[in-house]
């Protein structure tokens, strides 16, 4: 299983950025996905889940209505669309890979940093 | 779902047997899992179904319990073993993660 993101960076509150997680090793399009993140120095939080054919997604309530998960089974490729940008979105966020159909977490990959700031 | 794990830190000795608690604020059957993170890394999957193991993980750690209480036991320390260990329910959404237990090397 080999999970890579990119699209991080540093934006201005405000602003929005859009992160990507190529997927490859396995079937992707068999699998649900989540999104966790991690401020500097604290815990692990949890960002969004997308079903394995994009019919549920599920999201914290920290990001509902800024933040859209979304998938391309074609590209093997996740994506996590990040709008209205704050300060406390600043982290690093990882994708992460469920195990069958149910939501659980078995692989994730090495993560991006996202920066908020002005 | 509110998940508190305990200690928050804990030092221990290469050789030494922990055991780091994990509470639900309410009932999540077995749907719990463990996980290590080293600095600068991505977290690692540990435990799933609250006491099955992920493959490739050794025996040494092994987890228990069910409802609302629910453990963490490493044994036979190593350096290796010195990390970060976060608890995560996965029986409802919003998913939550306990904030960690941070075990360190007396």
């Known amino acids: 299983v080999q999970l890579v993101e990119s699209g991080g960076g540093v934006v201005q509150p405000g602003g929005s950025l859009r992160l990507s997680c190529e997927a490859s090793e396995f079937t992707f399009s068999s699998y649900g996905m989540h999104w966790v993140r991690q401020a500097p120095g604290k815990g692990l939080d949890w960002v969004a889940f997308i079903r394995f054919d994009g019919s549920d997604k599920f999201y914290a309530d920290s990001v509902k209505g800024r933040f859209t998960i979304s998938r391309d089974n074609s590209k093997n490729t996740l994506y996590l669309q990040m709008n209205s940008l704050r300060a406390e979105d600043t982290a690093v966020y990882y994708c992460a890979k469920t195990y069958g159909s149910g939501s659980r977490i078995d692989y994730w990959g090495q993560g991006t940093l996202v920066t908020v700031s002005s | 779902i509110q998940m508190t794990q305990s200690p928050s830190s804990l030092s221990a000795s290469v050789g030494d047997r922990v055991t780091i608690t994990c509470r639900a604020s309410q009932g999540i059957s077995n749907f719990l899992a463990w996980f290590q993170q080293k600095p600068g890394k991505a977290p690692k999957s540990l435990i799933y179904?609250?006491?099955t193991l992920q493959t490739g993980v050794p025996s040494k750690f092994s987890g228990s319990g069910s409802g609302t209480e629910f453990t963490l036991t490493i044994s036979s320390l190593q350096p290796d073993d010195f990390a970060i260990y976060y608890c995560?329910?996965?029986?409802?959404?919003?998913?939550?993660f306990g904030q960690g237990t941070r075990l360190e090397i007396k």
């Open positions: 995560q329910q996965y029986y409802t959404y919003p998913i939550t």
């Open positions: 179904s609250a006491s």
